[in-house]
């Protein structure tokens, strides 16, 4: 089995990103947040939509359905709790289902809190994972729909995933990510590094995703709202992990 992807910009800071299973061709769209610039990554690639794999049902991540649909005829799944929100859905899917495309074979995982009914894709035998709005590098979704105990736990589920899982997600937020992160672990040695390394990038006008679950892990303070260090740094040592969450999200919300 082999996959491919390629990542691309849409709208002003979302990813598009298409997944090609090169033993049949098939190619999916993660989200589509707009038609144009995922037509224009497919004329890149030369290869042909046959399926969108939905995230969640906000405008920037669906607005490109129907026209796509139209165009090419593809499958569009989406997550079962979602479905009545988005056009043109085919086939419906909740945690533990898995979704073919060709050879290759993601398995859902059901990840409430940015919006209800959010799904994460996960292709453990390619070591790759799509994440919409749920992590973010170095940063979270907003909590919109579900409850902060939800999202947390959702979290807590992408960070069970390997190491060397490489994600991609909805947004290229990661820059005003560290920002904030080093309000919370200004002293991380591994956040330093990763901001010293964000800042090249983004100068060299290059993505700074995919990336790794073992980088999010050492430097994402969402991911980290179970050790002490960072309970303490928010002034609430002894306190459960979900209450650290959330006082670190609402304090994002607000910097
Ligand atoms: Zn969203
Ligand atoms: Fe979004």
């Known amino acids: 089995m082999a996959a491919k992807t390629h990542q691309f910009n849409c709208l002003s800071d979302n990813f598009g990103v298409l997944l090609h299973d090169t033993a049949t061709g098939r190619t ?133 995933l390997p190491d060397d899982t490489a994600f991609f997600c909805g947004h290229e937020y990661t820059q005003a990510n560290i920002r904030f992160a080093r309000t919370i672990e200004p002293d991380n040695p591994d956040l330093q590094a990763r901001a010293r390394e964000v800042d090249a990038l983004r100068a060299a006008g290059n993505p700074t995703l995919p990336s790794t679950i073992g980088a999010e892990k050492r430097t994402n303070c969402f991911l980290r709202a179970d050790l002490p260090s960072v309970a303490a740094a928010v002034g609430l040592a002894g306190r459960s992990a979900a209450e650290v969450f959330a006082e670190i999200r609402k304090r994002k919300n607000n910097f």
């Open 28 to 160: 999916a769209s993660i989200d589509a947040p707009d038609a144009a610039p995922v037509e224009a990554a497919l004329a890149h690639t030369g290869w042909t939509l046959t399926d969108i794999l939905v995230t969640h049902h906000h405008g920037d991540h669906t607005a490109g359905i129907p026209a796509l649909k139209k165009k090419y005829q593809c499958r569009v799944v989406a997550s079962r709790a979602d479905a009545g929100r988005i056009a043109d859905v085919d086939e419906t899917v909740g945690e533990g289902d898995i979704v073919r495309l060709g050879e290759l074979s993601g398995r859902v995982l059901e990840t409430p809190g940015h919006t209800a009914g959010h799904i994460c894709y996960v292709f453990d035998s390619e070591k790759l994972a799509f994440v919409g709005d749920t992590l973010f590098s170095v940063g979270c979704g907003r909590v919109i729909e579900g409850t902060m105990e939800q999202m947390w736990h959702s979290l807590r589920k992408l960070r069970a």
